[in-house]
């Protein structure tokens, strides 16, 4: 090897072992991920009392109270021991973790959920719509057939606009119907920065190869998406998270500075229904010939 080789191989091998990512946790045997969603990296603060808990490319919220915590999604199935182990590491033991709430009904943000709950006793909280499919654990998806996950038995249904609270503070339920029919936002104050703020955990608005249009599965798909982006748009929302963390600017691998890129709720909203505007023109344009015939 060349001198100057050598050295840009070995002044390689130093920055990677300098920033020493963990392993990736293991790929699922029936779900094939991508790798940052399987990447752990170390816990970050998001407010005074909330913390990002969960991997490089899936959101999992933990947040402390006086009277014990409270975890907001858990990614993939796999992720439950390294959560556990997270929460310890900010001082909550399994015990003490009292509520579990939820995005939506998808292995990718609630595949620990039923781990999580055996190890915790933890409350989960969902809507009716999200019970159903937590207890189905995935099977018969309205646009993935089947992506099983461990079925989840949801303890206490919350209304649109519902607040649970724990230690004195409050997070609201907002129904976010779009990206499965019972997607839920969650908001709560927290301080930031020395103020309160109002942060906003809203839900994903992404329509994945969805059928928009004569859906007998959802006949109603396009209307719950308006009312999802229309939600979304008007949460109270100093401080904008997404289960993806990316879609709100997030990048959780950077520890040090994670949130480059803020978007604020109306802008997310906005994007994701001109994504979506686009994706119903493609497939009206589609069905128009079908429909002269
Ligand atoms: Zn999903």
């Not at 969650?186 to 329509?207: M, P, Q």
Request: charged share 20%.
């Amino acid at each position: 090897m060349r001198p100057a080789l050598l050295a840009l191989a070995l002044s390689l091998i130093a920055a990677s072992s300098a920033t020493a990512a963990e392993p990736l946790l293991p790929e699922a045997r029936a779900y094939s991920s991508q790798d940052a969603w399987r990447q752990p990296v170390a816990p970050f603060r998001i407010g005074e009392r909330s913390w990002y808990i969960g991997t490089a490319g899936l959101s999992a919220i933990l947040v402390k109270t006086d009277a014990g915590a409270v975890l907001i999604d858990t990614g993939l199935p796999q992720a439950g021991d390294m959560l556990l182990q997270r929460m310890r590491a900010l001082g909550v033991e399994p015990s003490q973790l009292k509520l579990i709430l939820h995005s939506h009904a998808h292995i990718d943000h609630i595949g620990a959920l039923a781990q999580i709950q055996r190890a915790t006793g933890a409350q989960v909280v969902g809507n009716a719509e999200a019970a159903v499919l937590l207890a189905r654990g995935g099977s018969d998806d309205i646009h993935f057939s089947d992506m099983l996950f461990p079925p989840v038995q949801v303890q206490r249904i919350v209304m649109d606009g519902e607040t649970v609270e724990l230690g004195g503070m409050r997070f609201t339920a907002h129904f976010t119907p779009a990206h499965t029919p019972g997607s839920t936002s969650w908001t709560w104050d927290d301080r930031v920065d020395g103020k309160t703020a109002h942060i906003a955990y809203a839900d994903s608005l992404s329509a994945p190869g969805y059928q928009l249009i004569d859906n007998p599965r959802y006949p109603h798909i396009v209307d719950d998406f308006r009312r999802g982006f229309a939600t979304v748009r008007a949460l109270p929302c100093d401080l904008l998270l997404t289960p993806h963390p990316d879609a709100s600017g997030w990048n959780p691998a950077d520890t040090a500075a994670p949130h480059k890129n803020p978007l604020s709720c109306r802008a997310y909203a906005d994007k994701a229904e001109a994504a979506f505007d686009k994706t119903l023109a493609e497939q009206r344009a589609k069905a128009a010939p079908q429909e002269k015939r």
